[in-house]
């Protein structure tokens, strides 16, 4: 018997927790070595860490679900490794191998699971895998080496939780350059977030939506989830643009409102001044799982979608289908579950 752990879990938010074990691994000389788990959550680093100074840094966000049956599965890992590749490549880090990405996240979960949250409780093991430029720079320059790590805590909900719609409020910051880095999940873009997320938080809203920065007239991104909408004739429209995140709860959700409601999906740009075409909306992302949105705060008025108390039965479906899949009620396309043994 693993050790017990007393935790509320339904009282869970969405914060960190200390866990007993983490992995680290590192990069010199063209090459990774072992890794391992260690107990030590406290990094130790150069004062001139490349990190520190020029932000080489990128991240991933993951969970591990617990099944009725009581078993532990992660959802569709591989595409998170394949990301945080694309991540380090437009930084110039070395990618980590998929094998060990994955590698590492199932070591992390099985080293702490008496932290999965058991089925039904709503509650996750969240997973942060992180890669950091810690060699030792001063012009700006690529380090020389760096540091891959992961940990992970039992989260519960990112926003209000469940089925509650939120409101959002439209900011005039970019979170992003057209050119930039808004495609690669790096630290640098939720820093410049965090101002325009507390504007918006200060103003009674959950968080903000970032046009697209060229014209600011297309959504993009909804605070750190993706933005989707049902039109009025079901369809299921995701936003598409080179500077927002490529969402795998996103992706996934697009292959569910296909094959398992048998909609129509599509990517495409989304108008801000257009709202009127969709009959639901939502946010998407590991964190946020399906947040409905309630309302859009754009030029002083609130646009509301289905509503602001209920979720609408389109965005419930999609909820209920893809929490089925990825707690293991409801059987998974090909590849998607990673079951930890
Ligand atoms: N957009 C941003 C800015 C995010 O931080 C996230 C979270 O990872 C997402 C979208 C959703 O991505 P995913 O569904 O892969 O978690
Ligand atoms: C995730 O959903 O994993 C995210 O990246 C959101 C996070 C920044 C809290």
Known sequence: MGKAVNIDWK???????????????????????????VEDNMLALSEAANVLHYGQE?????????????????????????????????????????????????????ANEAYVPPYGTGATLYIRPFLIGSGETIGVAPASEYTFCVFCMPVGAYFKGGLTPVNFTVTDYDRAAPNGTGAAKVGGNYAASLLPHAKAVERGFADCIYLDPATHTKIEEVGAAN???????????????????????RLSLMQVAKDYLGMEAEEREIFIDKLDEFAEAGACGTAAVITPIGGIEYKGKLHVFYSETEAGPVTKKLYETLCGIQFGDIKAPEGWILKVK
Do not use: H
Request: aromatic share 12%; proline share 5%; hydrophobic share 40%.
């Open 11 to 37: 009282a869970l938010g969405f914060k960190y927790m200390k866990t007993d074990f983490r992995y680290i691994s590192r990069w010199k000389d063209g090459k990774w070595d072992e890794g391992k788990l």
């Open 58 to 110: 990128c991240f991933e966000g993951l969970k591990a679900y617990r099944t009725k049956e009581g078993e532990i599965q992660l959802f569709r890992p591989d595409m998170n490794a394949k990301r945080m590749q694309d991540s380090a490549k437009r930084l110039l880090m070395p990618e980590v191998p998929v094998e060990k990405f994955i590698d590492a996240c199932v070591k992390v979960v099985k």
């Open 227 to 249: 933005f989707f909408g049902i039109t009025k004739d079901n369809k299921f429209v995701a936003a598409k643009s080179p500077s927002i995140l490529p969402g795998i709860t």
